[in-house]
């Protein structure tokens, strides 16, 4: 499998996908992705949501397991400013970036007025508790079906894996947040989905923690100008200077040089 990113679009009606080495991203904003689950919902149809940044990129273009994983997804979002801007230099746009930390929220506000059910699954022990009563108190009409933080290390022990399964299945939620990180946590929804085929599940990243307030989100003109990363490296110097620096700094520049190449 090549590393190089390669560009195209999948036309249907209309020029709907941008695709990075066969990695399509879905060309939907955020209320897009708000109705599309809705409706489904109201149809008996479950999907997942892959909110993908550089860095799941990088993943999706060295290992297939983890390219695997995006690729289930029923809706691919770019959760990344570098991708959405390689969109629009090549020419065939995303609309905007879609982060899982702002999805989470007006998801939960859709689901309140439904009167649908949110299971979060993630973050810190007992801090999950914390997101789950501030996402019901953002989100009159929510219900909250149920919370789990698992200890470190959890998916190696095929015990607990199957109680952590066995609970969300009981629990049958609308939606399921996973915030676990890539890929593991598209990998236990690989395993929840087929238990909850009529259920939505969204990876998260830090998404509950950012709920709950134990970690601050970067400042919305941060965030608006692609600059989230920053905040984040300077807040965790020791463990995201390598993966956002080293890593995923070459590629995200390697996309905007090619987006460029290829207009």
């Keep these: 499998m090549s590393s190089q990113p390669t560009f195209q679009s999948r036309l249907g009606t209309q020029s709907d996908h941008f695709t990075v080495s066969g990695i399509r991203f879905d060309a939907i904003d955020e209320q897009g992705v708000v109705d599309h689950v809705r409706e489904s919902l109201l149809e008996g149809r479950g999907g997942r949501i892959v909110t993908a940044n550089v860095d799941i990129v990088r993943q999706a273009l060295r290992d297939p397991r983890a390219r695997?994983?995006?690729?289930?997804?029923?809706?691919?979002?770019?959760?990344?400013?570098?991708?959405?801007?390689?969109?629009?230099?090549?020419?065939?746009?995303?609309?905007?970036?879609?982060a899982g930390s702002d999805l989470i929220w007006s998801l939960s506000a859709e689901l309140g007025r439904l009167g649908g059910s949110v299971f979060l699954l993630g973050g810190r022990p007992g801090t999950e508790y914390v997101a789950a009563r501030k996402l019901a108190d953002a989100s009159p009409g929510l219900r909250i079906a149920g919370a789990l933080a698992p200890p470190f290390g959890f998916e190696k022990d095929p015990a607990m894996i199957r109680e952590v399964c066995e609970e969300i299945a009981a629990a049958?939620?609308?939606?399921?947040?996973?915030?676990?990180?890539?890929?593991?946590?598209?990998?236990?929804?690989?395993?929840?989905?087929?238990?909850l085929p009529r259920t939505w599940f969204m990876g998260c990243g830090a998404s509950i923690a950012f709920v709950a307030g134990t970690m601050r989100r970067a400042p919305v003109w941060m965030q608006r100008s692609g600059l989230e990363w920053l905040h984040r490296m300077a807040r965790e110097p020791r463990r995201l200077f390598a993966r956002y620096v080293l890593h995923d700094a070459p590629l995200a520049l390697r996309l905007l040089v090619l987006a460029l190449l290829r207009r």
Excluded: N
């Design 68 to 98: 695997a994983y995006v690729e289930a997804g029923t809706l691919v979002v770019a959760d990344g400013a570098p991708v959405v801007w390689a969109s629009k230099l090549a020419r065939r746009g995303l609309p905007a970036r879609v």
């Design 172 to 195: 049958d939620p609308d939606v399921v947040y996973v915030g676990l990180g890539f890929p593991k946590q598209e990998w236990m929804i690989s395993k929840l989905a087929p238990m």
